[in-house]
């Protein structure tokens, strides 16, 4: 599972870095076209940016979420292992709830938008909603991952490590 785990990681990281590339391009496009008049003022840049912004945003929410990136507050003092452990297993109880709506919930939104097409461009909606089932289905694979390891070090007293 970890394997699958770590090259599942890799390939969304992989996939946030050629999505930030992507989006130069669209970007460059309509600004160029703004104050040049070589190229026509295409609208459909901004929704192909937006677009990809959105995947952007959520392939970073899968990768923030294993490596702990998300937002973290320490409140209390040098705990013990055992007691950060368990304090990270109650969080993530409350991020797997959040979970669970995210893929709920994106599942019916995918659902709503799976025969619409874009406006402009024409794409599938379904292509864009999908990130969010998606997000929720790989935050619970890499809760998994976090409950195993903090119930283990729970377990083994071992000490975390802190990132700041």
Not at 39 to 55: A, C, D
Not at 56 to 69: C, D, K, N, P
Not at 88 to 115: D, P, S
Request: with cysteine; glycine share 4%.
């Amino acid at each position: 599972m970890k394997a699958f785990l770590d090259l599942w990681h890799r390939l969304l990281t992989w996939l946030m870095a050629a999505t930030v590339a992507i989006l130069l391009i669209p970007v460059c496009l309509q600004i160029f076209s703004r104050y040049t008049e070589l190229i026509p003022r295409y609208i459909w840049t901004e929704e192909m940016s937006r677009f990809l912004f959105i995947w952007m945003i959520m392939l970073g929410a899968m990768t923030g979420l294993r490596e702990r990136l998300h937002f973290d507050v320490d409140l209390w003092p040098q705990l013990s292992a055992r007691t950060d452990a368990v304090l990270r297993i109650i969080a993530n109880v409350f991020v797997l709830a959040f979970t669970g709506i995210m893929i709920y919930w994106g599942i019916e939104f995918t659902r709503f938008g799976w025969k619409q097409t874009s406006e402009l461009a024409d794409l599938p909606m379904w292509l864009i909603f999908i990130a969010w089932p998606l997000t929720g289905i790989t935050w619970f694979m890499f809760l998994v991952e976090a409950f195993v390891r903090d119930i283990g070090m729970f377990r083994r007293n071992e000490v975390l490590e802190r990132h700041l």
